[in-house]
């Protein structure tokens, strides 16, 4: 059986899949050609990140398809019910990329709150013209040991910024819909773990109580944040995106910050993918990053052996 991995597979994935008699096809077909590709080579397995879109008219174009795999959580980009309505499994890895994204999370913290975003633009500009002036402009950093982390989206990826917050010395508050209270356990090199009991509170306490807020929510029909979600936070909050484009109002981020509503904010993924409007990429208030949650080498490696095992229990 063949195997497409159209967006890209790690050589684990490959590995694992090749050992067990699949042939792996490497090739990053474009979306308008895919049909024919997936047909030409009688293609059984289809996985994609989040750049391939499988819609309907795969699904329909192509009866070689057994199974459907996102190397990743969400599967917005897939038409995940039509598929199993259609005898197609559809998999994921819903855990495995968790880490690598509360990481990218305090990355994007940490550069925040020590200017990092703003001096890495300008020091090789001007390091050497105004070295003194930049040092007064950089130095009112913080820290973010003893303040608050807000975490709106408490599954694996909000508890696991979570995790690290806890670990830094954050105080964390969290809301989720379908979550009311979570023991997090928090495992060192040693072997030792600590446990911390988080019960969930309402979006507006956390919105009005959080010096850090971090989304971690599915894609959304309306705007998670908002003019509304703005007006409840502090001024002097900081804000990251590293769960899906859509989920904040770019318009009315890009107001709150020129107008001091919140200090700072971070975004990895973008309404408008692959081509972010201009006003956010030119915005020094943002700290911004291409959609990298889950690029790290230990994240491929966890997604491309999940992958690989459930398509060979699937299909063995």
Not at 63 to 78: Q, T
Not at 148 to 170: C, D, E, N, P, Y
Not at 179 to 201: A, R
């Amino acid at each position: 059986m063949k195997v497409l991995a159209n967006d890209g597979l790690a050589a684990s994935g490959v590995k694992a899949l090749e050992a067990a008699g699949f042939e792996v096809d490497l090739t990053t077909v474009p979306q308008d050609q895919l049909v024919n590709h997936i047909n030409a080579n009688e293609i059984s397995v289809l996985l994609v990140r989040s750049a391939t879109k499988v819609r309907t008219d795969i699904i329909d174009g192509c009866p070689s398809i057994k199974i459907i795999g996102r190397g990743g959580v969400g599967m917005d980009n897939i038409d995940v019910e039509y598929a199993r309505g259609k005898g197609i499994s559809v998999i994921n890895t819903p855990a495995a990329s968790s880490h690598s994204v509360a990481e990218l999370v305090f990355a994007h913290l940490f550069g925040m709150v020590r200017f990092l975003h703003e001096s890495n633009r300008n020091m090789p500009l001007e390091g050497d013209s105004k070295f003194k002036d930049l040092k007064k402009a950089y130095a009112k950093g913080v820290e973010l040991k003893g303040k608050t982390l807000g975490v709106i989206g408490f599954g694996r990826i909000g508890q696991a910024t979570a995790k690290i917050g806890l670990g830094l010395g954050m105080n964390v508050i969290a809301f989720d819909p379908f979550i009311d209270n979570v023991n997090l356990e928090l495992e060192f090199f040693d072997g030792q773990s600590l446990f911390f009991e988080i019960n969930t509170i309402s979006k507006e306490e956390v919105l009005k109580q959080a010096d850090f807020i971090s989304l971690h929510v599915p894609a959304q029909d309306e705007y998670v944040i908002s003019k509304k979600e703005f007006e409840m936070m502090k001024n002097s909050a900081c804000l990251v995106n590293a769960a899906r484009g859509g989920v904040i109002d770019e318009v009315a981020l890009v107001a709150a910050l020129a107008n001091g509503q919140i200090a700072k904010a971070a975004l990895d993924v973008f309404e408008n993918e692959p081509t972010p409007e201009i006003q956010l990429l030119m915005n020094p208030d943002l700290s911004l990053t291409p959609h990298i949650g889950a690029a790290t080498g230990e994240a491929q490696d966890r997604i491309g052996t999940e992958l690989a095992s459930q398509i060979i229990e699937i299909l063995s």
